[in-house]
């Protein structure tokens, strides 16, 4: 057997799981989401509202019109860009009801969507749209030149489509809402046919090597994602989550966008987090679940709202994961707000959630796994997926012994695009490897609850977001001044992760100051990504092998760090 066909078994195994849950009742993208827009009892129940960051606009969209304004969109996209069952539509906006519109029409028209973050690097826009063979792409008018100068190098690239409030910048304009009544007419796909297996999105994450990874993510991966934490939380009709997490990553798309579609209820998409109006956001728009990383739970704290002049009857909760977790501030928060926090665990390659904390849980219960281990439990397994503690040679842990965290189901991807390498590594044993350490201890009923002990990987996981130190490597060393530079993350109050960086300089030259170095980083990235700390040294930290110590390098800086653990850096520092 070849290694390639070997990869493609792992990959099979590693997706099917044993003894889980049937797959979704629909053969298509398009056929759940008429099962949905068809619905009389949703013709006009709302199914989305966007409010910009003043809550100055504030459109809504029910059942049927959402259903209109999609078809609008998709008809637009198959009969003027041309684009059809398998083609990949790169996106380059940020969470906007225009953007979700765009989500829902690619998946109803089979296409494959890319979603690019604004604040990547031009480089890195270029990679992701060369290397996932994007024809299309839409864009905030506003990048409109940057994207244009990038598609002179990009043949395969056809299509660049400007996007503002209103629309399509040379398109439908769909806020035009006079045409939209609880009709809903579906593109004619008998010549079309879609399936389950379609590619959805192709997600790039941060390697710690190299270029980032396209995570291939299929519809039906969407569809039990969202059956699983739906079932889990017992999510219906009646349940209005809020979005703030950006939607260009999968927990704001899976848990806020397609979750409330899948369970009938409703979703209240904001721009992106503010804690000035959050509690008030519930408040009017009664919200029952908000998706948050750990950094926006700190941030509440320090804001320290008093709540009293709003009415929160119905909110049960925070979902949240997507980064490390204390405990100080698991139980800081909950002791103040008095709200749960539903702790849980996942990657884009398994979809999004993979675990959660049990709701059912009494008070007590709920703090014994929050608080009384060295990290704050992430919960037991969700249906349609499976995980398991292996070690070193793919062999079954026994509770308490540390190995690596692996999962197989439903909810794992269908591998990384063009990327053989990578599936081997990640699907060795016909699971999937997470490169997370955890251990997993059993309840009085027997369930396995898991736990995250460190990373294998070399991730920076910073306010839930990933980044990969090699990126900010890079830019340190394109200093003149710099002979070797190695980034490093350290435990911080507010992002769970933040970024300092360990540098050699060149002999003989003018020294630049760490002042200097932060600026020169932020030329080159955003701030979420620079450095925050220079701590200057003269050995360069490679193995004989050629590869950089970073793990032995963080363990060494960890003590010098601890003083910043609480510290609140600001833009203005790095510049």
Not at 145 to 150: P, Q, R, S
Not at 213 to 230: F, P, R, S
Not at 386 to 414: F, N, S
Not at 425 to 445: H, M, P
Request: glycine residues 8%.
């Amino acid at each position: 057997m070849s290694p390639l066909i070997a990869v493609s078994d792992h990959i099979t195994q590693a997706r099917k799981g044993e003894g889980l849950c049937p797959p979704p009742p629909w053969n298509s993208f398009a056929d759940f989401f008429r099962s949905r827009v068809y619905d009389r009892a949703l013709v006009n129940q709302a199914f989305l509202t966007y409010c910009d960051d003043d809550l100055t606009v504030r459109y809504t969209y029910s059942y049927a019109e959402f259903g209109t304004v999609v078809q609008l969109v998709a008809a637009f996209l198959h009969d003027q860009v041309g684009l059809r069952r398998g083609d990949r539509l790169a996106t380059i906006l940020f969470n906007h009801d225009v953007t979700v519109v765009l989500y829902f029409a690619a998946w109803v028209l089979g296409v494959t969507l890319v979603p690019i973050n604004v604040e990547e690097s031009a480089d890195k826009k270029r990679y992701i749209l060369e290397h996932s063979e994007a024809s299309a792409v839409c864009c905030w008018h506003s990048y409109l030149e940057e994207v244009k100068d990038l598609q002179r190098e990009l043949p395969a690239l056809r299509h660049v489509i400007a996007v503002n409030d209103d629309g399509f910048v040379e398109g439908p304009k769909h806020r035009a809402r006079t045409n939209m009544g609880t009709s809903f007419s579906p593109l004619g796909t008998a010549s079309h046919p879609h399936g389950l297996d379609d590619e959805a999105l192709i997600i790039y994450t941060s390697g710690t090597t190299g270029p980032p990874k396209g995570v291939v993510l299929t519809v039906e991966n969407l569809l039990l994602d969202a059956d699983a934490i739906a079932d889990w939380h017992q999510f219906g009709t009646n349940d209005r989550l809020m979005c703030m997490l950006p939607i260009h990553h999968v927990n704001g798309t899976v848990v806020t966008l397609i979750t409330p579609f899948y369970c009938k209820g409703s979703t209240v998409l904001n721009r992106k987090f503010k804690g000035t109006t959050f509690w008030r956001r519930l408040h009017e728009e009664r919200v029952t679940c908000v998706s948050v990383v750990p950094t926006l739970l700190e941030f509440l704290l320090d804001a320290n709202e008093d709540l009293a002049a709003y009415k929160l009857d119905r909110f049960g909760g925070f979902i949240c994961g997507a980064g490390p977790l204390l405990k100080d501030t698991a139980i800081r928060f909950e002791d103040r707000f008095g709200f749960p926090i539903r702790h849980g665990y996942g990657l884009s390659e398994t979809t999004c959630y993979s675990c959660f904390l049990p709701n059912d849980l009494s008070r007590d219960e709920h703090r014994h796994w929050i608080g009384n281990y060295e990290f704050p439990s992430i919960g037991i397994p969700l249906r349609h997926n499976e995980m398991a503690i292996l070690d070193g040679d793919g062999q079954l842990l026994p509770e308490m012994a540390r190995g690596e965290i692996c999962i197989r189901g439903g909810t794992v991807c269908a591998g990384y695009f063009k990327r053989d390498d990578a599936n081997e590594a990640a699907f060795q044993w016909g699971w999937f490897r997470s490169g997370d350490e955890g251990f997993y201890v059993r309840d009085t009923q027997g369930r396995p609850f898991f736990f995250i002990s460190g990373r294998l990987k070399e991730l920076i996981i910073r306010g839930g977001v990933n980044i990969a130190p090699l990126e900010i490597d890079e830019v340190l060393r394109s200093h003149l001044h710099v002979r070797f530079a190695m980034a490093v993350s350290f435990e911080h109050r507010y992002y769970g992760e933040e970024i300092a960086a360990y540098v050699v300089l060149r002999d003989g030259v003018a020294p630049p100051t760490e002042a200097e170095l932060i600026a020169h980083c932020r030329q080159r990235l955003p701030f979420s990504k620079c450095p925050k700390v220079i701590h200057f040294g003269q050995e360069v930290l490679y193995t004989s092998t050629g590869k950089p110590k970073r793990l032995e390098l963080k363990t060494s800086l960890a003590s010098a760090l601890a003083a910043y653990r609480d510290h609140q850096f600001k833009e203005i520092e790095a510049v």
